[in-house]
T-cell receptor, first 117, second 117 residues
Framework: AQSVAQPEDQVNVAEGNPLTVKCTYS??????LFWYVQYPNRGLQFLLK??????LVKGSYGFEAEFNKSQTSFHLKKPSALVSDSALYFC???????????????FGTGTRLLVSP | DAGVIQSPRHEVTEMGQEVTLRCKPI?????LFWYRQTMMRGLELLIY????????DSGMPEDRFSAKMPNASFSTLKIQPSEPRDSAVYFC???????????????FGDGTRLSIL
């Protein structure tokens, strides 16, 4: 089965500094990867996805992610963090349901990003 | 556009009572997902519908849990009887795509916070 790992429970960064939230994946075949963000008392919101093509994917709110096949990573990045970026971030990978052709998402455990003023 | 709508937003009830959570997916989306989020287990996929048909219910924890999708605009998740360990935030998500085979992101509702006393 496909899986993703988020090695950090929490990432702390000062406002204005660059941020990175890490994600590594384990898949058979080509990975379809996603990043979601969750603000307090809200559902997950889609940020960006990698299907194919350029290894640098740009998404919402100034976020981007870099797909690295050799390192099996898909780290989320932003050049300059904002206090309002503080939230829970989830990496996810598409997993095909056996013999159905249907797909679902498998989510990581989440990384809490705390941006200090 | 209206997003995924879940009701109620909060539910507090006593152990043994029946609980019904409701979801209205985004119009035109043909895949619907129910998730449960807890601190201990993170985000778990409970059940997945496509075109109102359950595709994968392997995540439903016990027979006490059941889900229905009588039409394209409504789904319910029922717990009967409820237990304190069912306390969690339950999310509904929907996505477009052809038979769930697409690579479109899932759109989440803001969840139902369920507390079983």
């Amino acid at each position: 089965a496909q899986s993703v790992a988020q090695p950090e429970d929490q990432v702390n960064v000062a406002e204005g500094n660059p941020l990175t939230v890490k994600c590594t994946y384990s898949v058979s075949g080509n990975p379809y990867l996603f990043w979601y963000v969750q603000y307090p008392n809200r559902g997950l919101q889609f940020l960006l996805k990698y299907i194919t093509g350029d290894n640098l994917v740009k998404g919402s709110y100034g976020f981007e992610a870099e797909f690295n096949k050799s390192q099996t990573s898909f780290h989320l990045k932003k050049p300059s963090a904002l206090v309002s970026d503080s939230a829970l971030y989830f990496c996810a990978v598409r997993d095909m349901l056996m013999n159905t052709g249907f797909q679902k998402l498998v989510f990581g455990t989440g990384t809490r990003l705390l941006v200090s003023p | 556009d209206a997003g995924v709508i879940q009701s109620p937003r909060h539910e507090v009830t006593e152990m043994g009572q029946e609980v019904t959570l409701r979801c209205k997916p985004i119009s035109g989306h043909n895949s619907l997902f129910w998730y449960r989020q807890t601190m201990m287990r993170g985000l778990e996929l409970l059940i997945y519908f496509n075109n109102n048909v359950p595709i994968d219910d392997s995540g439903m924890p016990e027979d006490r849990f059941s889900a229905k999708m009588p039409n394209a605009s409504f789904s319910t998740l029922k717990i009967q009887p409820s237990e304190p360990r069912d306390s969690a935030v339950y999310f509904c998500a929907s996505s477009p795509g052809t038979g769930g085979r697409g690579n479109q992101p899932q759109h989440f509702g803001d969840g139902t916070r369920l507390s079983i006393l």
